[in-house]
């Protein structure tokens, strides 16, 4: 979703606010811009790519050492110059680039109207400059206070008057995170825009304002009480964040996971699960887990693995729909919120409605300090290291794992009984995922015999049901491919009526439970001329007999398998969407972090 970034210091700004939105890049956007002020404040928008419109405008050639810029995902408005960011006043006095929603801004820019400002765009944020222009009286900090008590709705900001040598952020519901260093004061929406100038990140809270000077900083509340926040020390490295020999973000993602998956575990595996978690979560007699897109379909495999493994009563709910069904929460229930960013909209909503009615809660995310990781009362970090594909790929194997370390932890302190067996599996699991990617190859000549089908149908079974509705979300994000995932069984009930030679159906079918069904429910295809391809288990080599392709995989337990069948139908969407010669980092209409509801 949009991005926003601002730098204050002795460097030409231009370059680094360019560069800075450039990283955002991953996030989504339709439209671009940047404010730099020098003497008067310098604006270039436009509808398009940042490097194109570079081209075209020479936005990192602006001059001035201070300035803001933003990527904008259209809400309000169509993609266009006028709506692209920084918004100015009447004067040109002052420039703001927003993120998130003004709910009330009809009413505001009703008033402001009447009272004689002149509107230059369709969007809620522009009413932000001129609610600061009418309130200004010398001091930007003030007007920005006054400016926000007047609205409702979510904003990260950062705003900057032509007269001060500052740059004003705050923060309600959207993230902003300021960089310090000593010649120069970073703002960005998003850690990874600033990260390779500085490590050292003070993270806003909603309702708080921070005042940036190129060496200081002073955070307030909205009723201006000074607030004491201290510097955190960000853990991820640049490398992390480029595409180093990889063709896509995803790509090399896909590749980092027995990486990844060594980093979720290290330390937490051994004679117990060490998770530095509350020991009040050993009274929870129902877990709910809550959590949106690729985080709901890790949670769906979470509930098979906290029951089996745990044997407590588990529910899983979309984030988007837990916060607004009224949920009777029980005092002894955990609710337990999934997520990758730990900024999606629905999921901090469906926390903080948990939380009002009296639940426990812990998180599962990856971005260390994100706010639902600071808002959640427990939480178990991913450390799966920066995801900047649009489509989540390692964060997903990192909280399948995560999930399942909750559960042998639970199984633990209830119910006294140490799972070794399972926590040794965990561990080679990182190897195993090593030997499907050596497996790419042949994964691509696959990817070559279908990319031209319009539809894809992907059965799975019992705890890999979830597997194939990742799957097909997989497909369907990057390659614009409409997939369908279903548990096997049900592909009678209806989905069996669009089989024919042109429907590729992926099954996940490894031996195991189910397996057998599994085969008849291939054998119903087969009959409809369907097009097969499968991921077995290493040595079963008799479902050739009816697939068209087969990925094989490392055997594993049952449990487990949802972990290494990610991989290939990762690599299958990946590669097929590369052959489609599509954005696979960039989706069309797709945000990494989604912070609207
Ligand atoms: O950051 P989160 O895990 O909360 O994000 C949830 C979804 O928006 C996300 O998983 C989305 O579905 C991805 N594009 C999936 O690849």
Same mark, same amino acid.
Not at 334 to 348: H, N
Not at 352 to 374: M, P, Q, Y
Not at 442 to 448: F, L
């Given at each position: 979703?949009?991005?926003?970034?601002?730098?204050?210091?002795?460097?030409?700004?231009?370059?680094?606010?360019?560069?800075?939105?450039?990283?955002?890049?991953?996030?989504?956007?339709?439209?671009?811009?940047?404010?730099?002020?020098?003497?008067?404040?310098?604006?270039?928008?436009?509808?398009?790519?940042?490097?194109?419109?570079?081209?075209?405008?020479?936005?990192?050639?602006?001059?001035?050492?201070?300035?803001?810029?933003?990527?904008?995902?259209?809400?309000?408005?169509?993609?266009?110059?006028?709506?692209?960011?920084?918004?100015?006043?009447?004067?040109?006095?002052?420039?703001?680039?927003?993120?998130?929603?003004?709910?009330?801004?009809?009413?505001?820019?009703?008033?402001?109207?009447?009272?004689?400002?002149?509107?230059?765009?369709?969007?809620?944020?522009?009413?932000?400059?001129?609610?600061?222009?009418?309130?200004?009286?010398?001091?930007?900090?003030?007007?920005?206070?006054?400016?926000?008590?007047?609205?409702?709705?979510?904003?990260?900001?950062?705003?900057?008057?032509?007269?001060?040598?500052?740059?004003?952020?705050?923060?309600?519901?959207?993230?902003?995170?300021?960089?310090?260093?000593?010649?120069?004061?970073?703002?960005?929406?998003?850690?990874?825009?600033?990260?390779?100038?500085?490590?050292?990140?003070?993270?806003?809270?909603?309702?708080?304002?921070?005042?940036?000077?190129?060496?200081?900083?002073?955070?307030?509340?909205?009723?201006?009480?000074?607030?004491?926040?201290?510097?955190?020390?960000?853990?991820?490295?640049?490398?992390?964040?480029?595409?180093?020999?990889?063709?896509?973000?995803?790509?090399?993602?896909?590749?980092?996971?027995?990486?990844?998956?060594?980093?979720?575990?290290?330390?937490?595996?051994?004679?117990?699960?060490?998770?530095?978690?509350?020991?009040?979560?050993?009274?929870?007699?129902?877990?709910?887990?809550?959590?949106?897109?690729?985080?709901?379909?890790?949670?769906?495999?979470?509930?098979?693995?906290?029951?089996?493994?745990?044997?407590?009563?588990?529910?899983?709910?979309?984030?988007?729909?837990?916060?607004?069904?009224?949920?009777?929460?029980?005092?002894?229930?955990?609710?337990?919120?999934?997520?990758?960013?730990?900024?999606?909209?629905?999921?901090?909503?469906?926390?903080?409605?948990?939380?009002?009615?009296?639940?426990?809660?812990? #998180? @599962?995310?990856?971005? %260390?300090?994100?706010?639902? &990781?600071?808002?959640?009362?427990?939480?178990? /970090?991913? $450390? =799966?290291?920066?995801?900047?594909?649009?489509?989540?790929?390692?964060?997903?194997?990192?909280?399948?794992?995560?999930?399942?370390?909750?559960?042998?932890?639970?199984?633990?302190?209830?119910?006294?009984?140490?799972?070794?067996?399972?926590?040794?599996?965990?561990?080679?699991?990182?190897?195993?995922?090593?030997?499907?990617?050596?497996?790419?190859?042949?994964?691509?000549?696959?990817?070559?015999?279908?990319?031209?089908?319009?539809?894809?149908?992907?059965?799975?079974? #019992? @705890?890999?049901?979830? %597997?194939?509705?990742?799957? &097909?979300?997989?497909?369907?994000?990057?390659? /614009?491919? $409409? =997939?369908?995932?279903?548990?096997?069984?049900?592909?009678?009930?209806?989905?069996?009526?669009?089989?024919?030679?042109?429907?590729?159906?992926?099954?996940?079918?490894?031996?195991?439970?189910?397996?057998?069904?599994?085969?008849?429910?291939?054998?119903?295809?087969?009959?409809?001329?369907?097009?097969?391809?499968?991921?077995?288990?290493?040595?079963?080599?008799?479902?050739?007999?009816?697939?068209?392709?087969?990925?094989?995989?490392?055997?594993?337990?049952?449990?487990?398998?949802?972990?290494?069948?990610?991989?290939?139908?990762?690599?299958?969407?990946?590669?097929?969407?590369?052959?489609?010669?599509?954005?696979?980092?960039?989706?069309?209409?797709?945000?990494?972090?989604?912070?609207?509801?």
């Amino acid at each position: 979703m949009c991005g926003i970034v601002g730098y204050i210091g002795s460097h030409q700004a231009a370059p680094i606010l360019v560069n800075g939105i450039k990283r955002l890049e991953y996030r989504g956007y339709d439209s671009v811009g940047v404010a730099v002020v020098n003497g008067e404040i310098e604006i270039k928008k436009e509808v398009g790519m940042i490097d194109k419109v570079n081209a075209v405008h020479c936005l990192d050639k602006m001059e001035g050492t201070r300035g803001i810029a933003h990527t904008r995902w259209a809400t309000h408005g169509e993609p266009s110059k006028r709506n692209a960011h920084p918004h100015m006043d009447c004067t040109g006095d002052v420039a703001i680039v927003h993120n998130g929603i003004i709910e009330n801004y009809v009413s505001i820019r009703k008033m402001l109207q009447e009272e004689g400002h002149a509107m230059a765009s369709d969007t809620d944020s522009e009413v932000i400059a001129h609610l600061i222009e009418k309130f200004y009286e010398g001091n930007l900090e003030t007007a920005v206070r006054k400016a926000l008590l007047q609205i409702q709705g979510t904003y990260g900001l950062a705003a900057v008057h032509k007269r001060e040598n500052k740059i004003v952020v705050a923060r309600n519901g959207s993230p902003i995170v300021i960089g310090v260093k000593e010649n120069g004061t970073f703002a960005a929406s998003d850690a990874s825009a600033i990260l390779e100038h500085t490590k050292k990140m003070i993270y806003l809270d909603d309702r708080e304002i921070g005042v940036i000077g190129p060496g200081a900083v002073v955070v307030k509340n909205l009723e201006d009480k000074k607030i004491d926040k201290g510097t955190q020390e960000i853990e991820w490295d640049l490398a992390q964040i480029e595409k180093g020999e990889f063709k896509h973000f995803m790509l090399k993602e896909i590749f980092e996971q027995p990486e990844s998956l060594k980093n979720t575990m290290r330390g937490r595996l051994g004679n117990e699960i060490k998770l530095s978690i509350n020991s009040r979560i050993e009274d929870s007699e129902r877990l709910i887990l809550v959590a949106g897109g690729t985080s709901w379909h890790a949670a769906l495999i979470g509930r098979y693995l906290l029951e089996e493994i745990a044997k407590i009563p588990t529910e899983v709910d979309y984030s988007s729909e837990f916060r607004y069904r009224n949920p009777l929460i029980r005092e002894k229930d955990l609710v337990v919120v999934i997520s990758q960013s730990g900024e999606t909209a629905d999921t901090l909503a469906a926390l903080r409605e948990a939380k009002k009615r009296g639940a426990k809660t812990l #998180g @599962i995310i990856n971005v %260390v300090g994100s706010t639902i &990781a600071r808002e959640a009362e427990m939480g178990v /970090y991913l $450390h =799966a290291g920066p995801e900047i594909g649009v489509a989540s790929t390692k964060a997903f194997t990192s909280q399948v794992t995560a999930l399942c370390m909750l559960a042998v932890y639970l199984k633990e302190r209830k119910r006294g009984e140490t799972d070794i067996k399972l926590m040794r599996e965990l561990s080679t699991l990182p190897e195993k995922i090593d030997s499907v990617l050596k497996n790419k190859d042949k994964i691509k000549d696959i990817a070559g015999s279908v990319f031209k089908h319009n539809n894809f149908l992907y059965l799975g079974r #019992g @705890i890999n049901f979830p %597997v194939a509705l990742e799957g &097909a979300l997989k497909l369907k994000e990057i390659s /614009y491919i $409409h =997939a369908e995932g279903y548990p096997a069984a049900e592909m009678k009930h209806g989905p069996i009526a669009l089989i024919d030679e042109n429907m590729p159906v992926v099954f996940v079918a490894n031996k195991g439970k189910g397996y057998e069904k599994t085969l008849s429910n291939m054998e119903e295809v087969k009959a409809r001329h369907g097009k097969i391809i499968a991921i077995a288990t290493e040595g079963d080599e008799d479902i050739k007999r009816l697939a068209d392709w087969v990925i094989h995989v490392p055997e594993t337990l049952d449990i487990l398998t949802p972990v290494i069948n990610t991989i290939p139908l990762q690599l299958l969407a990946y590669y097929i969407a590369d052959m489609k010669g599509l954005d696979v980092d960039k989706p069309r209409n797709l945000a990494k972090s989604v912070t609207v509801e």
